[in-house]
């Protein structure tokens, strides 16, 4: 079973910027259009940002916008989510997903999803 990996989440106080990446465990996918969600605490998993296979298209939610930029390295089969402007707001657990058709924002598409990493951000 191919999982997605993510790593770089971490602290940082308000204004200041963090970068995740992800790749899956395995490159088995020829194609395949990828997506970050996240989850506060006592909140329901939200999506974040998502990218094409080809990466000329993306797609972010309202509260991340000129914020957040998602892009993607093919070659290293990776995706980055750049995090700028960090409001405490941001503080959840941030989850990469993949789906091998398609793209959009609808969760339950994604047919393959990370362990998360946590973001906190402080005021």
């Known amino acids: 079973q191919v999982q997605m990996v993510e790593s770089g989440g971490g602290f940082v106080q308000a204004g200041g910027s963090l970068r995740l990446s992800c790749f899956p465990s395995?490159?088995?996918?020829?194609?395949?259009?990828m997506a970050w969600f996240r989850q506060a605490p006592g909140k329901e998993r939200e999506f974040v940002a998502a990218?094409?296979?080809?990466?000329?298209?993306?797609d972010y939610s309202d509260f991340v916008k000129d914020r957040f930029t998602i892009s993607r390295d093919n070659a290293k089969y990776t995706v980055l989510l750049q995090m700028d402007s960090l409001r405490p707001e941001d503080t959840a657990i941030y989850y990469c997903?993949?789906?091998?058709?398609?793209?959009?924002?609808?969760?339950?598409?994604?047919?393959?999803w990370g362990q998360g990493t946590q973001v906190t951000v402080s005021s």
């Open positions: 997903a993949a789906r091998t058709s398609g793209w959009g924002r609808r969760e339950s598409d994604y047919g393959y």
């Open positions: 395995k490159p088995t996918f020829t194609s395949y259009a």
């Open positions: 990218i094409t296979w080809s990466g000329y298209t993306t």
